[in-house]
């Protein structure tokens, strides 16, 4: 089970990340969950939105250059080592971790990590193997 993330290439330069949002806004679009990676001349801003499709689309036709990525998100036990124990599950199965990000999302004792995995199949596998709960919307 796999989640849809929407990567948007930015210019490095002050208020293109609110265009983004204010953007994603007026369609009526709700971020879930939200990073952003920078260099001195562009960013990569990675959403997980609950209407990927129609974020990719009114994203694109408002001029900005976006992709959409299979990611993971597992909910994890808000506790220490939580993050470390699945990530000890991966580094077993020789997975490597390109990149992750925790989400908005807020239940009790819980927290929800977005995986951007080498091998994303074999992530998966990896995840139903140790009876992790993914999550496929929210």
Known sequence: MAIKQVSVF???????LGEVTKTLAKAGINIRAISIA????????RLIVDNDGAA????T???FTTRTTD?????????PGSLAKILDFFQGAGI????????????VNKAVIIFKMDDHET????????GLCMIDSF
């Open 71 to 79: 990611v993971a998100a597992v909910e994890i036990d808000d506790t």
């Open 38 to 45: 920078d260099t001195a001349d562009f960013g990569i801003l």
């Open 61 to 63: 036709e408002n001029g």
């Open 56 to 59: 990719f689309r009114v994203l």
């Open 96 to 107: 490597n971790i390109e990149y992750l990000y925790a989400s908005l999302e807020s239940k």
């Open 123 to 130: 992530g998966l596998s990896i995840i139903r193997e140790h």
């Open 10 to 16: 930015l210019e490095n330069s002050s208020g293109r």
